[in-house]
T-cell receptor, first 117, second 114 residues
């Protein structure tokens, strides 16, 4: 069964601090996909990144970086030099093949990040 | 339009009434998802369409909930005999092929049952 755990409910940092959002997942499949989405106050979910289970290479995109470790079933997200505009709820998601074929995506409960000026 | 469109953006209904929520996905996207998001929670999976068929409806909470996608494009989520506990934001997303690709979300329909 699929499960995504984001243990941090809320995180508050001061601008320019680095912050890491944790994500731990459970799956019985060998083929699966992991995602991070951002939900700003406006409400619309915005895609940030996708990784497949065969690619453990870490990724950096500007101030964002992701650390995928299959050994610990974790897919953590780090924001370097945080900015006020980073304030949002961040969701980790897991997609694996369903019983009827196709991929079903489930989301964690989210981590609310507050970045104070 | 270029993105996923959901109508209405807000819906207030009385307990016991029937409601329909509409999702217009990105043109050409074969996969369509419905999620429900309550305050302070992550999106909760309801149903997933691949083309016209429901590939996975395991998230529908009970038989008052039903969704269709008759022509493989627009989808309608139907809720019968609404209850106050159905109040939430209903999100629709579409992706170009399957759940393993990036999903594009609509702005959601906020349903309030009074």
């Amino acid at each position: 069964a699929q499960k995504v755990t984001q243990a941090q409910t809320e995180i508050s940092v001061v601008e320019k601090e680095d912050v890491t959002l944790d994500c731990v997942y459970e799956t019985r499949d060998t083929t699966y996909y992991l995602f991070w989405y951002k939900q700003p106050p406006s409400g619309e979910l915005v895609f940030l990144i996708r990784r497949n289970s065969f690619d453990e290479q870490n990724e950096i995109s500007g101030r964002y970086s992701w650390n995928f470790q299959k050994s610990t079933s974790s897919f953590n997200f780090t924001i370097t030099a945080s900015q006020v505009v980073d304030s949002a709820v961040y969701f980790c998601a897991l997609s694996e093949a369903g019983a009827t074929g196709g991929f079903k995506t489930i989301f964690g409960a989210g981590t609310r990040l507050f970045v104070k000026a | 339009g270029a993105g996923v469109s959901q109508t209405p953006s807000n819906k207030v209904t009385e307990k016991g009434k029937y409601v329909e929520l509409r999702c217009d996905p990105i043109s050409g996207h074969t996969a369509l998802y419905w999620y429900r998001q309550s305050l302070g929670q992550g999106p909760e999976f309801l149903i997933y369409f691949q083309g016209t068929g429901a590939a996975d409806d395991s998230g529908l909470p009970n038989d008052r909930f039903f969704a269709v996608r008759p022509e493989g494009s627009v989808s309608t989520l139907k809720i019968q005999r609404t209850e106050r506990g159905d109040s939430a934001v209903y999100l629709c997303a579409s992706s170009s092929f399957d759940g393993n690709t990036e999903a594009f979300f609509g702005q959601g329909t906020r349903l309030t049952v009074v």
